[in-house]
């Protein structure tokens, strides 16, 4: 397996993620705080996101459920859709465009992009901060 491949990908994402569910909650983290800083570091504006409709599902049971449903209707409407959900088989069925999850190679091929791009980001502030 290449360290850049898409099981490295997976990997690396689910180790991470087992990391940060770790931490303690803290009332005082602001996550959209955080996620802003990531993407102002890869050099997106989140003034875009303004400019997007979009559908939010929250809730303990049915989510995915709900989200498949919706975006089935609006796919019908001949709309454009994305898609983020939880996976059942495989890692690629969290995103969909269109109903279509996306391919493994494009999959790795984002994922490592913005994850080098962070890291350098990451390692240019601390080499600032020395």
């Known amino acids: 397996m290449s360290a850049q491949s898409y099981e490295g990908a997976i990997e690396y994402f689910d180790t991470s993620r087992k990391i940060y569910k770790r931490k303690r909650y803290d009332e005082?983290?602001?996550?959209?705080a955080e996620t802003k800083r990531?993407?102002?570091?890869?050099?997106?504006?989140?003034n875009v996101f303004d400019e997007?409709?979009?559908?939010?599902?929250?809730?303990?049971?049915?989510?995915s459920s709900t989200v498949t449903m919706v975006e089935?209707?609006?796919?019908?409407l001949n709309l454009k859709?994305?898609?983020?959900?939880?996976?059942?088989?495989?890692?690629?069925?969290?995103?969909?465009i269109n109903g279509v999850?996306?391919?493994?190679e494009t999959l790795a091929q984002y994922y490592w992009d913005i994850r080098n791009e962070l890291l350098k980001k990451v390692?240019?502030?601390?080499?600032?901060?020395r």
């Open 28 to 32: 005082e983290t602001n996550n959209y």
């Open 38 to 46: 990531c993407l102002e570091a890869l050099g997106v504006s989140t």
């Open 52 to 63: 997007l409709c979009v559908i939010h599902v929250t809730g303990t049971k049915g989510k």
């Open 72 to 76: 089935s209707m609006l796919r019908n």
């Open 81 to 96: 859709t994305g898609l983020f959900s939880f996976h059942v088989f495989k890692w690629n069925e969290r995103i969909r």
């Open 101 to 104: 999850a996306i391919s493994d």
């Open 123 to 129: 390692l240019a502030c601390d080499k600032l901060q």
